[in-house]
């Protein structure tokens, strides 16, 4: 059935005239008598007994009012659903990150889109280190992510929103945790303590390079899958690790204090990062949104 037959039909079906259900529609008595009748053979039944005098519902009729408004109720609702999901009202971000830090970060932002924008849902990979955020991005599996890079990657953009600083995490009663700062040479006989090699990390990076800068290369005596398992293992002793400043605050482990790292490096910028095609309307509207939430830094 065509739209226009089944608007026809409720008209005539409320006002059971077919004179006020044309004026009612806005069309002359005879286009509307055309369209029923049409629907009538289309759909082999008559809908209507017509007599001189006045016009009544069949039992076929009758059966079809409801099913009638339910398909304009339907049709509706879904030129609501296009025009929302095309003003970024509704739809599905797949959002990446990793490190305290960048969970922060991410609920925050969650939180206010759900203020906002109660229709965009999000699923959350909490696990995704640079590298493998921005592989993610690429592929399509992801629409945002808070990644770190040295080099902005192809195809990916995005906005810094928290600057960061290298520091060592030791424990309390270190020999170095009272000083303001520390230089990577003096950690050479240290154990270390890392996040895996794979999915590649950008503290791990950063460890071995400003390490093998300084002449040594780090015993790495332990991996752990995040920075509260690392945190908690300095804490006991086991061993150090270089991490961020924001990491260290986000976790804040007791028995553990971070001491600045003594070194000429610039610092390093998180980026709330996307594709520069993702052509999503509610990813748009996020970032938007995370202008406010998620300032611009640096």
């Not at 008209?11 to 009612?24: I, P, Q, S």
């Not at 398909?71 to 296009?82: G, K, W």
């Not at 810094?160 to 700062?181: I, N």
């Not at 996307?274 to 990813?283: C, F, L, P, Q, W």
């Amino acid at each position: 059935m065509e739209i226009q037959q089944v608007k026809a039909f409720l008209a005539v079906a409320e006002e059971l005239h077919f004179g006020r259900a044309a004026e009612r529609l806005g069309m002359l008595q005879p286009p509307l008598s055309r369209t029923i009748r049409a629907l009538e053979v289309h759909l082999g039944v008559d809908l209507f007994r017509r007599t001189t005098r006045n016009v009544a519902l069949t039992a076929a009729g009758e059966a079809l009012v409801e099913p009638a408004r339910r398909m304009i109720e339907y049709r509706t609702l879904a030129a609501e659903t296009v025009r929302r999901a095309a003003d970024g009202q509704t739809g599905h971000i797949e959002f990446g990150f990793a490190h305290s830090s960048s969970r922060r970060l991410a609920a925050a932002l969650v939180t206010a889109s759900t203020a906002h924008r109660p229709g965009v849902s999000f699923g959350l990979h909490s696990d995704v280190y640079a590298e493998e955020g921005i592989t993610r991005l690429v592929d399509g599996s992801l629409d945002l992510a808070l990644v770190r890079w040295a080099k902005q990657p192809p195809g990916v953009t995005g906005r810094p929103v928290m600057v960061e600083r290298l520091s060592a995490a030791l424990p309390v009663g270190h020999r170095l945790a009272g000083r303001a700062s520390v230089r990577v040479d003096e950690l050479a006989d240290e154990d270390f303590i890392a996040l895996p090699e794979h999915p590649s990390s950008t503290l791990r990076e950063a460890t071995l390079r400003l390490c093998h800068e300084a002449g040594f290369a780090p015993r790495v005596v332990q991996s752990a899958p995040d920075s509260q398992t690392i945190g908690a293992l300095v804490a006991a002793g086991l061993g150090i690790s270089i991490t961020f400043d924001s990491v260290s605050a986000a976790t804040r482990e007791v028995g553990t204090v971070a001491v600045p790292l003594d070194i000429p490096e610039e610092p390093t910028m998180l980026y709330l990062a996307h594709r520069t095609d993702h052509g999503k309307a509610s990813v748009e509207a996020v970032l938007t949104l995370a202008e406010e939430v998620l300032p611009t830094v640096g």
